[in-house]
C-alpha cells in the first residue's frame, strides 16, 4: 500500500538565498484527499525564498495513488518525456519483480506513467463527481506572530473538515492563505451550513 512521503530538500533561489522545504515524493489521495486539490491547484511542491519571496514549483517524480479510482501513477516532469521509454521499462520491470515476490498484495494496482502536474490535473478533474469540483477560500492576514498562526490553525481546520488543502505564501511581507478543497462544502462551511 502506498502512503504518501514527505522528505526535506535542500533548494536555491536564483537571488542566492539557500533554504531547506519539504517536498512530496509519494501521495495517497485515499488517505489524505486534500492534496487532489493540491495537485488540481498547481500547488504541489510549490515552495516560496523566504528572502525574495519568489514562488516556484519543483518539479520532481513523485508517485500518485487513488485507491478509489484505482489509479497508481509516477508523474515525472514534461522535461523528461524525452527519457519515456527508458522509463517505462524500468516500471514494468519494477511491476515484474512485485508480482514474482511472495509480498505482493492482492489487487496491486498497475502503475502507469504521464508527464507533467497538469496532465495529472486534467485526469483527475475528468473523474471528480459533481460534489468533488474543485473550489477554494482564500483570505490575507495582518502581519504578525499571533494572527498568522491563528489563521492558519483556522484555515487547517477549515481543510480538515472540507477534505481540503491549505496553500499559503507571503507578498510584500504579508500572508496570504488559499483553502483548496470541494466547492460545494468550502462554500457550505463559509456560509455556515455545516
Given amino acids: 500500500m502506498t502512503m504518501t512521503r514527505?522528505?526535506?530538500?535542500?533548494?536555491?533561489?536564483?537571488?542566492?538565498?539557500?533554504?531547506?522545504?519539504?517536498?512530496y515524493h509519494a501521495i495517497d489521495v485515499t488517505q489524505q484527499s486534500g492534496l487532489r486539490y493540491a495537485v488540481l491547484g498547481g500547488?504541489?511542491?510549490?515552495?516560496?525564498?523566504?528572502?525574495?519571496?519568489?514562488?516556484?514549483?519543483?518539479?520532481?517524480p513523485f508517485l500518485y495513488r487513488d485507491g478509489a479510482h484505482g489509479r497508481l501513477v509516477y508523474v515525472y516532469?514534461?522535461?523528461?518525456?524525452?527519457?519515456?521509454g527508458e522509463l517505462r521499462g524500468q516500471i514494468v520491470q519494477l511491476t515484474q519483480e512485485l508480482e514474482e515476490s511472495a509480498a505482493v498484495p492482492e489487487g496491486l494496482l498497475r502503475p502507469t506513467l504521464i508527464f507533467g502536474l497538469e496532465r495529472l490535473?486534467?485526469?483527475?478533474?475528468e473523474e471528480l463527481g459533481d460534489d468533488e469540483q474543485p473550489g477554494s477560500v482564500a483570505f490575507d492576514v495582518?502581519?504578525?506572530?499571533n494572527p498568522e498562526r491563528a489563521a492558519r490553525v483556522l484555515?487547517?481546520?477549515?481543510?480538515?473538515?472540507?477534505?481540503?488543502?491549505?496553500?499559503?505564501?507571503?507578498?510584500?511581507?504579508?500572508?496570504?492563505?488559499q483553502i483548496l478543497g470541494p466547492r460545494a462544502r468550502l462554500e457550505a462551511m463559509t456560509m455556515g451550513e455545516t
Fill in 6 to 23: 514527505r522528505m526535506i530538500h535542500d533548494l536555491g533561489c536564483t537571488c542566492g538565498r539557500h533554504f531547506r522545504r519539504v517536498l
Fill in 43 to 60: 500547488v504541489l511542491n510549490s515552495v516560496q525564498c523566504p528572502s525574495c519571496e519568489r514562488v516556484a514549483r519543483v518539479n520532481l
Fill in 77 to 84: 516532469p514534461e522535461k523528461a518525456r524525452e527519457q519515456a
Fill in 121 to 125: 490535473a486534467d485526469l483527475i478533474g
Fill in 142 to 145: 495582518r502581519p504578525g506572530v
Fill in 155 to 177: 484555515a487547517g481546520r477549515v481543510a480538515l473538515q472540507a477534505g481540503g488543502y491549505v496553500h499559503s505564501w507571503r507578498e510584500g511581507g504579508r500572508l496570504h492563505v
